[in-house]
T-cell receptor, first 113, second 112 residues
Framework: SQTIHQWPATLVQPVGSPLSLECTVEGTSNPNLYWYRQAAGRGLQLLFYSVGIGQISSEVPQNLSASRPQDRQFILSSKKLLLSDSGFYLC????????????FGSGTRLTVV | ELKVEQNPLFLSMQEEKNYTIYCNYSTTSDRLYWYRQDPGKSLESLFVLLSNGAVKQEGRLMASLDTKARLSTLHITAAVHDLSATYFCAVAVFQGAQKLVFGQGTRLTINP
């Protein structure tokens, strides 16, 4: 069966520090991968998605970047965090070419102080 | 640009009552999803609705889809406290990959 792992679960970082969040999927090949952010008490905003190794699409301009160095690994990064980067970050995967929704990881709660 | 709107955004109800959450979306899509989120947790998939008139039921929750009206409903029957959570609908768009556009979420509180 397929599983998705996301870490760390919680992170407190100072403004201006770098960020690296990692997500890996097991039990499937060539998944579509996604990063969403949820601000406190709000809905989900799609940040990045990837249909293959090295293929990254950005949905909104921001202080973050994403990379997919391996088929089942998706990384969210920042060189210098802003206070506005705080939120709940969720990684998700879906099968290709079309699938029945996403499966979400457990999420990372990021607080920038 | 696809917009997805849920209402109400907040709902406080008593156990054993019935209520409905509405999800409207602005452009054509052939699939709609409902997710549940408990406080501090990730999203759990509840229903996938794939065609006009689709109805899915699981326990006290029932979801339906009217693609002509671009409307989905999540109906709660005889609510119990365990159903307290935030419920999201999400509509699929295909632009290079399947992307889900989420509604704002409905925070449901069920009081004993």
């Amino acid at each position: 069966s397929q599983t998705i792992h996301q870490w760390p679960a919680t992170l407190v970082q100072p403004v201006g520090s770098p960020l690296s969040l990692e997500c890996t999927v097991e039990g499937t090949s060539n998944p579509n991968l996604y990063w969403y952010r949820q601000a406190a008490g709000r809905g989900l905003q799609l940040l990045f998605y990837s249909v293959g190794i090295g293929q990254i699409s950005s949905e909104v301009p921001q202080n973050l970047s994403a990379s997919r160095p391996q088929d089942r690994q998706f990384i969210l990064s920042s060189k210098k965090l802003l206070l506005s980067d705080s939120g709940f970050y969720l990684c998700a995967w879906s099968a290709v070419p079309r699938s029945y929704g996403y499966t979400f990881g457990s999420g990372t709660r990021l607080t920038v102080v | 640009e696809l917009k997805v709107e849920q209402n109400p955004l907040f709902l406080s109800m008593q156990e054993e009552k019935n209520y409905t959450i509405y999800c409207n979306y602005s452009t054509t899509s052939d699939r709609l999803y409902w997710y549940r989120q408990d406080p501090g947790k990730s999203l759990e998939s509840l229903f996938v609705l794939l065609s006009n008139g689709a109805v899915k039921q699981e326990g006290r929750l029932m979801a339906s889809l009217d693609t002509k009206a671009r409307l989905s409903t999540l109906h709660i029957t005889a609510a119990v406290h365990d159903l307290s959570a935030t419920y999201f609908c999400a509509v699929a768009v295909f632009q290079g990959a399947q992307k889900l556009v989420f509604g704002q979420g409905t925070r449901l509180t069920i009081n004993p």
